[in-house]
């Protein structure tokens, strides 16, 4: 079964760089939710999107933005890039708001140097 | 507080036993909880959730709710090395998930 495809897998950028972060979620499914994950860290909710609308807002730095576009997929912009933005981030994406069930994609790892 | 607790520290277990993990939450509202596990430097993975108090068994695992205390548990029956990992405890709230900061499961031959 198709599964959410993240894209690169691996960025290295330097600081004071711009990143950016794609994300194409499961076939049918309408929510995408982006998640930091940083070195021995549980994933903290960034933002999501439901329908191409921001649905939810968490710890997202305002240096990000991130839109869903007409074919759903998400992209996540990083800019004025700091050390400490060095981590995994995931997307997900599930079949509707509430209580559906999230799938994650396999992430990118962001190292900025 | 944090929203999602998991104080366990690392757990050691021999092969073929029971590894039992705990989760408590603090939003009595919440109705939707999950389990995910994740491998080192791999993205998590869904293995049971349950929205009603109760036990909930797929396979070796066995998910356990008890809303009045703000409590979830996950079993792991029959453990094998393979089921090293860390596993994460996620309660739904308004449309995203609120992860515990998980428990490392090693499961020793």
């Known amino acids: 079964a198709a599964g959410v495809i993240q894209s690169p897998r691996h960025l290295i950028k330097e600081k004071r760089e711009t990143a950016t972060l794609k994300c194409y979620p499961i076939?049918?499914?309408?929510?995408v939710y982006w998640y930091q994950q940083g070195p021995g860290q549980d994933p903290q909710f960034l933002i999501s999107?439901?329908?191409?609308?921001?649905?939810d807002k968490g710890s997202i730095p305002d240096r990000f933005s991130a839109q869903q576009f007409s074919d759903y997929h998400s992209e996540l912009n990083m800019s004025s890039l700091e050390l400490g933005d060095s981590a995994l981030y995931f997307c997900?994406?599930?079949?509707?708001?509430?209580?559906?069930?999230?799938?994650f994609g396999a992430g990118t790892r962001l190292s900025v140097l | 507080q944090k929203e999602v607790e998991q104080n366990s520290g690392p757990l050691s277990v021999p092969e073929g036993a029971i590894a039992s993990l705990n989760c408590t939450y603090s939003?009595?509202?919440?109705?939707?909880f999950f389990w995910y596990r994740q491998y080192s430097g791999k993205s998590p993975e869904l293995i049971m959730f349950i929205y009603s108090n109760g036990d909930k068994e797929d396979g070796r695992f066995t998910a356990q709710l008890n809303k009045a205390s703000q409590y979830v548990s996950l079993l792991i029956r029959d453990s094998q090395p393979s089921d090293s990992a860390t596993y994460l405890c996620a309660v739904d709230g308004n449309n995203r998930l609120a992860f515990g900061k998980g428990n490392q499961v090693v499961v020793i031959p």
């Open positions: 997900a994406s599930s079949a509707g708001q509430g209580a559906d069930i999230q799938y």
């Open positions: 076939p049918r499914h309408d929510t």
């Open positions: 939003d009595r509202g919440s109705q939707s």
């Open positions: 999107f439901y329908e191409k609308m921001q649905s």
